[in-house]
C-alpha cells in the first residue's frame, strides 16, 4: 500500500455515484484519494458527511472546493462525478493540468455534438474532446481504455442494454429495426437531489415507468449498438423506477432473422463472447438474473430465452447499476489507465440477501 | 341491508385471494357471506385467521369444510378461491345445485380445452361448462355475464394486457405479429404458499423475470387479443416479479400499420373506448400511470406513448393484481349476476400512499 | 347525498395529511368538500395535483389560494393541514367567521402555552383559543368534541401512545416514573416535503431512531398521561423511523405496582375500557398487533404482555399513522362536531396486504 | 494464497447463516473452503444453489452430506451453521476428529445447562463441552478465543445489546432492575425455511413485535450482563421485525445511578471502552446510527443519549445481524482460533445504500 500508491481525487462526493466511489475507494489497493470536493460540504471530512466511512482512512479525508489548481497539485486521476455540463469544463481543466479523467457523466459518451445538443438541450463547449475520450465499457474498448487520458464512463441503462445484445448484434443474429428494450431501474439512478418524486412514500411500495422513448440514454445505446450492428438502427428504450436501491435488469427483445436457435446455440455465442471477461457471467439455460446476484459488484449477469412461438431472443442483463453502471465501472477504467489489473479493488462479492 | 342481501360463499379463505375476497364483502353492501371454507381451516372463525378482520361482522363467520350441499344449502352464489384442478369439480358441483359461481382460477378461461390441457398439464373434465362459461372482463362481455350461472374470472396479467391492447386492435392500428407484453406484477401474484422462493429475503430489495414466453396466462391473452384483432395472433408475454405487495404494470409494445399517429389522436380512441367504463381510467398525455394510483381498487390505468422514432405505440396499464386482477373483478361480476351495479360496494378510492 | 350534505374545507392539500383527507372525504357520505387550498398548487384541479383522484367528483374541484373569507363563504367546517405556527391564525380567521375548525396541527394540542413556547420555540397568539379547543381523541373526549367549535387533532405518536396505556393508568395499575415508549413509525410521518434524509434512498431497506427524548410529541403525551394517571409524569419518548409508508407501532413498557397480574385479567380490564369504543381492538392473549392490520383505517390495534420476570406490562399498539393518527380522526372529530355518528364514513377495512 | 491457506469447512449451506458464510470465505485471503455439506442440496455446486456466486472459486466446491470423518479428513475448522439440537453432536463429532468448531447455533453459548434445558426445551448432551465452549464476542474474550477449540458463536441480538450496554455496566453507571433492550431486526433473521410467516408479503410493508419478553436470547443476554454488572440482573428483551433484510437495531434503556450526566462525558467512556476494537464505532454526540451504516459489516454502530428529565441512558446500537450477528463474528472467531489477525477478511465497507 504506502508510497507506492496511486494519488486519485474525486470532484462530487454528495451524489450517490459520489459515494459509490467512496466506499470502493476505501478498499482500493493502489488508489489512494487525496482530494475529495463539494461545493456544499467543503471543510468536512468525509465522514462527517457519510458516517459509514468512520474508522476507515479514507473518512478522514477533508472535502474542499473543487479548485482545478489545488486538484491537479495532488492527483494524476480523477474522477468527475458531476452533473453534465458541468463535468465538461472540469474535464478540460484537469486535463489541460496532465491530470487523467474519468468522467462519469454524459457529456462525452456521445460521439455526435450535434446528437448531444439535441438530446441535453446544451451546445458542447469541448468538441475536440469529444473525439478523444474513449467509452469506457471495458468489454469493447480495453485497450483504448489503457491508453486514453479522458474516458467517458458509460451510462448506467446503456451498459445493460449494450452487453445484453451485444453477441446478438455482433453475430448478425437478429432484425436492427424491431428491437426493445425494457428497463428497470433502482431508485439510486434518479440521483440525491431533494425532490418530492423520490422521496421514500412516493416510490415505496409502487412501480412506474418514465420517460418512454424520450430517455437520454437513448443515443447512446443506439451509437453503441449501431457500431455493434454495423448499421444505423432505432431502439425502442424504455425505462422504469424500481422501488429499489441498487440494480438494473433490462429485458431485451430482438427478431431473429432465421429462425429460432435452441437456447443452448444461443448460449454457446454468449460464453464464446464473454469468455474473457470476468465480469459477465452468462447463465446456464434455464436460469434468469436477478438484481440481487449482482448487488454492490461489477458483475453482469445474462440470462437466455429463444421462444420459437413469436421467434424472438429475450435477453434478461441485469447490473448493479450503481457499481457496474457508474462507480465500479469508472474505477475499472482508472485501473485500466493506471496499468492495473481491470478488477483491481472490485472483485467483492454480491451483498447476498 | 338485512333480510334483502344475497348470501354467498367462499371457497378457499386461506390464499391471497380469498383474503381479499373477505375484505372487499366486509363491507359490501348487498351480499352476505354465509360460508366460508378451507380445509385447512375448518372450525375457526375468519377473524381468527384474518385478525384484520377484527370488529367486523365477517369476522365472525366460521369457517367449513368445503362440502357442496352444505354450501348450496346456504348460498346463491360463490366465489371460487382454490387452484384450477380442484375448481372446476367444485364448479360443477355446486352449478348442480342451483347456485351460480365466480371461479378465480383458470379452469374456465380458455375456450379450448386442448389448449387447457398443453398449458396447464391437464384434461378438461367438465368440456361442457367451458361452453357455457363467460370471461369476466365487465368491459367486453358485461351483458353475457349478467346472464350467465359461470363467470371464468380472468388472470391478473390478461386483465391488464387485454385493457390496454383493445383500443388498438379492435380499430386495426397496429400490426398483430410484433406484439410485446412486459409485465411487473406485486408478489401477491406468486400466492400464499410456503415457498423459500416468495420468502421477505428472496424478492425484497431485487427484482427478476420468470417464466419469460412460457407464462400459462399467454393463451388466456391471446386468445381474448385474437378476438378483437379478428385473427389469430400470437404475443410475446413476459412477467417479472416486482418487490411490493399489489399492482401489475403492464408495457406493452406494438408498431403502427400506418404512420404514428400523435398520442393525442391516441388518446381521444382511448378515451372514447372507455368512456362509458367507469373503472377505466385513460390518462392524460404526458401522464404515465403508477401502481400505487390503483391500489386497492378496480381501476386500469392506462398511460399512452407514441413514438415516431420506432413507429411504435407503448402502452402502460396498471391494475391492483388482488382486488381488479382477481376478487374485486370477481365480485364485479358476482354483482352483474345478481341485478346489481357493477361498482357495488367496489368505488373504494386508492390507498395513497 | 345532494343538498343535505354538509359542505367543508382543505386547507393545505400538498402534504401527506391532506392527501389523505381527499381520499377519505372522496367517499364521505355525508361531507363535500367544497374548498380546497394551497399556494402552491392554486388553480390547478386535485386530480391533476393527485391522478388517483381521477374520475371521482372530487378530483374535478379547484384548488384556491388560502383567503378565509372565501372559504368561510362556502365552508361551515374546515380542516387545516397546515403546519404549527401558521394553523393559529388560520383557526383564528375562521373561527372569526363562524366556521368549525379541525387543526392537524400542533398548534392548540399543549394546554400550557409556556410548553408550547418551549418546545416548538414560538410564542403562542391565539391563547384564548388554546383555553377554548378540545383535544381530538374520541376515547377520551367525545361528548367535549360534539359541542366545540374548535379541535386540537392528536398526534400520530400521541394517539398511539395514549390509546396504549389509558388502561392501566386510569386504573392506577403502573409506577408512574418508569414509563418508556418506545415508537416506530412509517415514513409518512415525515412529510412530503423535498428533503434528502426521506428520499427513498435514505430511508430504504435500513432502519433508525431520531430525536430520542426530544420530540414535539412528549409534552403531548404527557400532558394526556399526567391527566389519566391524576399526577404530573414524564415519560421516556423515542420515535424511530421504519422503512414503511404507513403505521405506527409503539411498544410501551411500564413496571407494575403490585405483582404482575395474568395477561387474561389484564385484557379484561382492557377489554372493558374499550368494550364502547368501536375503534379500539383489544387482541386477544397470545396475539400482537402488525401495522398492516390496521392500514388505511381507524382502528389501533393493542396487544398485552405481561413478564413477571420483570413485573412488567408490556403493552404493543397499532394505529395508521395518516389515517386514525391524522386525517381519519380529524374526520371522526368533524363527524361528531357535526351532529353525524363516530363512524361516518371511516368503516373502510384496512388494505391487507 | 496458494498452499499456505488454511482448509475449512461449512456445515449446513442453505441458510442465510449458510450463505453469509459463503460470502465472507468467498474473498478470504487465509481460509479455503474445501468441504460443504447440505442434505438437501448434496451432489450440486455451490453456484447452482447460490448462482451469485458464480465466477468464483467457491462457487465450484460440491456440496457433500455432512459426514464427520469426510470433514474432518480435510479440514482444520469447520464452521456450524446447523439448527441448534443437530449442532452439538456434529461438535462434540468434529472435535474428536481435531477439528476447530465455531458452531454459530444456541448449544454452547449458556453455561447453564439447566437454563439450556429450560429455554430450549431440550436435554444438553454434551455438558462437558459446554464447560470448554468459549463465547465468541471478540470484545469481550478475545484471548480465550484465540486458545479455545471450541466457540459458541453469539447470537444475533445478544451481540447488539451487549456492546450496547457493556460500558454501563462494567462501569456501574445504572441500576441493573429497570433494563429495558427493545431491538428490531430483519428478516435474515427468521432464517431461510419455508413458512407463510415470513413470505415477502406477510413481512413487506409492515411492522411486528413477536415472542416479547420470551425470546430465547434473553438468558444469553442476561448471562453476558449479569457478568459484567457483577451481580445477576434481568433484562426486559423484546424483539421486533423489520421489513429489511439485514440489520438490528437495539434500543436500550437504563436509569442512571447518580444524575445525569452529560452525552459527551458518556461518549468518553465508550470512546475509551471501545478505542482498541476496530469493529466498535461509537458515534460522536448527537449522531445515531443506522442500519444501512453497517450492512454487511462487522461494525457495531453505538449511538448514545442522556435524557434529564427521565434520569436515562438511551443506546442505540446498529449490527448487521447476519455478518456481526451471525457469519462475520464466526469468521473474526475462526481468524483468532488460526492466529490470523481479527478482522482478516472482514474489512469489507459497508454497502451504501
Redesign the interface.
Known sequence: MSTERIPVGLVGVTG?TG?ELA?IL??HPSFDLVAATSRAEAGRKLADV???????DIGAVEISQPDPDQIAAKCSLVFLAVPHGAAMDMAADLLARDVKVVDLSADFRLRDTDSYAQWYGLEHRHAALVREAVYGLPELYADAIARTRLVANPGCYPTSVILGLLPLLRNGLVET??I?A?S?S???GAG?????G?????????????N??RHRHTPEIEQELSRLAGIPL???F?P?L??????I?S?L?A?FIDETPTVEALYDIYAETYAKH?FV?V?PPG??????????TM?C?I?L?C?P??N?A?V?SAIDNLCRGASGQAVACANLMSGLPLAEGL???????
Open positions: 450517490y459515494m466506499r476505501a478498499r457519510y458516517p459509514f466511512l468512520l474508522g476507515m429495426d424491431t426493445v425494457d428497470k433502482g431508485a439510486t440525491r437531489k431533494a425532490a418530492v423520490t422521496l421514500f412514500c412516493e416510490v415505496a411500495d409502487s412501480f412506474r415507468a418514465y418512454l422513448g432505432a431502439v425502442s424504455n422504469h424500481l422501488p429499489i436501491n441498487r440494480g435488469l429485458t427483445y427478431r470476468e457471467r447463465l436460469r434468469l438474473p436477478e438484481t440481487r446476484w449482482v448487488r454492490g458483475y449477469d440470462g430465452v421462444d412461438r413469436t424472438r429475450v434478461v472483485s467483492m462479492p454480491p451483498l447476498m440477501p
